[in-house]
Nanobody, 126 residues
Framework: VQLQASGGGLAQAGGSLRLSCVAS????????VGWFHQAPGKAREFVAA????????LYADSVKGRFTVSRDNTKNTVYLQMNSPKPEDTAVYYC????????????????????WGQGTQVTVSS
């Protein structure tokens, strides 16, 4: 599966931004899709992920209550709605798919996601 993230840009603290991740390829709706971010000089970190059924999602503590991950399998698209972003959310955001359909849990580990999009820059000004 190939992924392409978009929707990044400049946002004001307290505003909103929506990222999209469009997938091409078969079986997309069978995969867990996650969002990660990476700030300069820092490791890539988990942000949120959503199960294939779209009924269950997982969030990093730092974004709970502010970000929402959702998916539309008819459009092969996963979204990350970023509400009330903070300057510390500034980073390159990546979407990724975990194509191991037998894993049995939603992973927060980047190395367990094997298909990655190219990243989209999000900059939040104070």
């Amino acid at each position: 599966v190939q992924l392409q993230a978009s929707g990044g840009g400049l946002a004001q603290a307290g505003g909103s931004l929506r990222l999209s991740c469009v997938a091409s390829g078969r079986s997309f709706n069978e995969y867990v899709v996650g969002w990660f971010h990476q700030a300069p000089g820092k490791a890539r970190e988990f942000v949120a992920a959503i199960r294939r059924s779209a009924g269950s999602s997982l969030y990093a503590d730092s974004v709970k209550g502010r970000f929402t991950v959702s998916r539309d399998n008819t459009k092969n698209t996963v979204y990350l709605q970023m509400n009330s972003p903070k300057p510390e959310d500034t980073a390159v955001y990546y979407c990724a798919a975990d194509t191991n359909v037998y894993r049995g849990y939603v992973s927060t580990r980047p190395y367990e996601y094997n298909s990655w999009g190219q990243g989209t820059q999000v900059t939040v000004s104070s």
